[in-house]
C-alpha cells in the first residue's frame, strides 16, 4: 500500500508538471506584473485623460474616459452607473466643499494584461489657492473594450 500510495502521488505530480507544459506562456489574458509597454502607455493616456476631463468639469468628455456599466465602491457603498449619463452635477457637489483640482500622486500599474490592467492610484484635491483638501488612495481598473480603454471599476478611500 505504501509504495502504490507514493505511485500515485508521483503520477499526479507528473501529471502536473506534463500539463503545465501545455499552458501558454501568452499572458495576453493572464494578469501579470510585467505589463506590455504599449499597454502601459495606453493605460496612462486614459488616466491623463480621466483626470484632465475632470478637472476641467467637461462631463462629457470625462464620460469618455469610462466603460458602462460603470462601478465605484467608495464609502463602504458600491454605485454602478448603467449608462453614459455623468452630468455636471459631481462637480457642483464637490465644489461647494472647496474643491477645485485634483492631480495624481502616483499611479502604479501592479497587473494587467492585454484588456485589463489594475492601477494603484493616490490622488489629492486642491482649493483654488492651490491649499490641500486631501489625499485619496484609490485602485482602477482600467479594461479594454471593443478596441478602446476606459476605466470600469474604482475603489476608492474618497467619500
Known amino acids: ?49 480621466y483626470m484632465n476631463t475632470f478637472n476641467s468639469k467637461d462631463a462629457k468628455a470625462w464620460q469618455l474616459t469610462y466603460h458602462f456599466p460603470h462601478y465605484r465602491l467608495a464609502s463602504g457603498k458600491m454605485s454602478v452607473l448603467e449608462s453614459a449619463t455623468l452630468d455636471s452635477s459631481v462637480f457642483i457637489r464637490l465644489e461647494k466643499s472647496g474643491w477645485h483640482h485634483s492631480k495624481w500622486d502616483h499611479r502604479n500599474i501592479v497587473q494587467g494584461s492585454s484588456d485589463k490592467v489594475h492601477v494603484d492610484t493616490r490622488f ?36
Open 124 to 159: 489629492s484635491r486642491y482649493r483654488a489657492d492651490g491649499s490641500l483638501i486631501g489625499v485619496y488612495e484609490s485602485l482602477y481598473i482600467v479594461t479594454k473594450e471593443n478596441g478602446k480603454w476606459g476605466v470600469k471599476f474604482r475603489s476608492s478611500y474618497a467619500e
Open 1 to 49: 500500500m505504501k509504495y502504490y500510495t507514493m505511485f500515485c502521488v508521483f503520477l499526479f505530480i507528473t501529471t502536473l508538471f506534463v500539463g503545465a507544459s501545455f499552458v501558454s506562456d501568452d499572458n495576453s489574458s493572464r494578469g501579470t506584473h510585467d505589463v506590455n509597454e504599449q499597454v502601459k502607455k495606453d493605460v496612462l493616456k486614459v488616466m491623463d485623460d
